[in-house]
């Protein structure tokens, strides 16, 4: 099973629906992060959170929301989705060991997400 | 405008020669560098780290190599195998980005046998 997993692999959808992609952990680290992929930009990063209590926005997280429901659970909203929210979506997690960079993204396997 | 870049979209290099994939960035802040690879339908892994305290790093046929005066890092993977075709992301970090990371768009390594 992998360690970092995500629900659901695809999703089509139209746009003004309510999307919810969920992302559970069992390698117990406390980081948790939500990126977007897109042709030739690379991984963005939407949302992280460093712990239960701790949600920070990244570069894009205009459209989005997150919730942090344990250690273990980071989900991603998008409240009213659009077409140019279609992606590759990957949670990720990180283990700082005491140290400022950890220096490794443990990621899933993603959500591919269409918005029609 | 993007701070990390890999202006090469692909590369195609034979088996058993050397890739090497390029990556510049224009933050002078960032002092933290990784390479991950990409199969298609999984997530990003981690292949090699290195810090701006050092301008070179190995480990195993990959190697990383970091010029700071020219904000260039390259990952050279000798001798290259097909198994390593893949898109290869450079990401970097520093003190203003919170311990996160800004990755590049990518390269697509193909390993032709």
């Known amino acids: 099973d992998a360690d970092v997993t995500q629900t659901p692999r695809n999703r089509i959808t139209k746009t003004g629906k309510r999307i919810m992609l969920e992302c559970s952990q069992t390698k117990g680290h406390d980081r948790m992060y939500w990126y977007r992929q897109d042709p030739g930009l690379g991984l963005r990063l939407i949302y992280y959170s460093f712990d239960v209590k701790d949600i920070n926005k990244g570069e894009i997280s205009d459209g989005y929301s997150v919730s942090r429901q344990a250690q273990a659970k980071f989900s991603l909203s998008l409240e009213s989705a659009i077409p140019n929210q279609t992606a590759l979506y990957f949670c990720?997690?990180?283990?700082?060991?005491?140290?400022?960079?950890?220096?490794?993204?443990?990621f899933g396997e993603g959500s591919r997400l269409t918005v029609l | 405008d993007q701070q990390v870049k890999q202006n090469s979209p692909s590369l195609s290099v034979q088996e058993g020669r050397i890739s090497i994939l390029n990556c510049d960035y224009t933050?002078?802040?960032?002092?933290?560098f990784l390479w991950y690879k990409k199969y298609p339908a999984e997530g990003p892994t981690f292949l090699i780290s290195?810090?701006?305290?050092?301008d070179k790093n190995e480990d195993g046929r990959f190697t990383v190599f970091l010029n700071k005066s020219a904000k260039h890092l390259s990952l050279h993977i000798v001798p290259s195998q097909p198994g390593d075709s893949a898109v290869y992301f450079c990401a970097a970090s520093g003190v203003d980005y919170g311990q996160n990371f800004v990755f590049g768009p990518g390269t697509r390594l193909s390993v032709l046998p």
């Open positions: 290195i810090s701006s305290i050092k």
């Open positions: 933050n002078s802040m960032f002092d933290y």
């Open positions: 990720a997690t990180s283990d700082p060991r005491g140290g400022l960079y950890t220096g490794e993204l443990f």
